[in-house]
T-cell receptor, first 113, second 114 residues
């Protein structure tokens, strides 16, 4: 799986958009970008994933650059409950032989009141 | 939907004792994963099963660790004998079928080995 680089920590004011960057310069053509988050003392939670087009769901938006070497997860209106560690993971989709997730260090997002 | 269920939520034991962690995946999910999380090593995969068959156990630390999935609705992770360095949070996760890679994680079991 391609390696990802994320800042170790970020702060965001409550109600503002949180933009979390991820670099994945060695991503290959069949690899997707996945985002999970882990709120303190809970199991990781799926947020969103994409291949090359921008994606949006009820939780967040994912912006992937045209060369696919980096992406940004956007939480449009951050709340205190969004304080968590956010993991960017790059892996082939629907690979029957390698379905596990490889977690890096992630970004600790702290939403401030 | 009850989600992935793990038990116990907390376990404190003494070095040398046998520990068994349990996981019930979401009904209908056919892939199950065991992860371990520590401050030093972060989240790491121990083993995963597809249709109850172990596919990759390369993350299992040593022979003291064993995992089984006797049926589609139940899995165990056993440590015998336990050591203080096994202290961690152990997570179970499951996936439904082959058309999605979204993993659903349980709440975890916090294991402390004294």
């Amino acid at each position: 799986d391609a390696k990802t680089t994320q800042p170790p920590s970020m702060d965001c004011a409550e109600g503002r958009a949180a933009n979390l960057p991820c670099n994945h310069s060695t991503i290959s053509g069949n690899e997707y970008v996945y985002w999970y988050r882990q709120i303190h003392s809970q199991g990781p939670q799926y947020i969103i994933h994409g291949l090359k087009n921008n994606e949006t769901n009820e939780m967040a938006s994912l912006i992937i650059t045209e060369d696919r070497k980096s992406s940004t997860l956007i939480l449009p209106h951050a709340t205190l409950r969004d304080t968590a560690v956010y993991y960017c993971i790059v892996r082939p989709a629907l690979s029957s032989s390698a379905r596990q997730l490889t977690f890096g260090s992630g970004t600790q997002l702290t939403v401030l009141p | 939907d009850a989600g992935v269920i793990q038990s116990p939520r907390h376990e404190v034991t003494e070095m040398g004792q046998e520990v068994t962690l349990r996981c019930k995946p979401i009904s209908g999910h056919n892939s199950l994963f065991w992860y371990r999380q520590t401050m030093m090593r972060g989240l790491e995969l121990l083993i995963y099963f597809n249709n109850n068959v172990p596919i990759d156990d390369s993350g299992m630390p040593e022979d003291r660790f064993s995992a089984k999935m006797p049926n589609a609705s139940f899995s165990t992770l056993k440590i015998q004998p336990s050591e203080p360095r096994d202290s961690a949070v152990y997570f179970c996760a499951s996936i439904s079928g082959l058309r999605t890679d979204t993993q659903y994680f349980g709440p975890g079991t916090r294991l402390t080995v004294l």
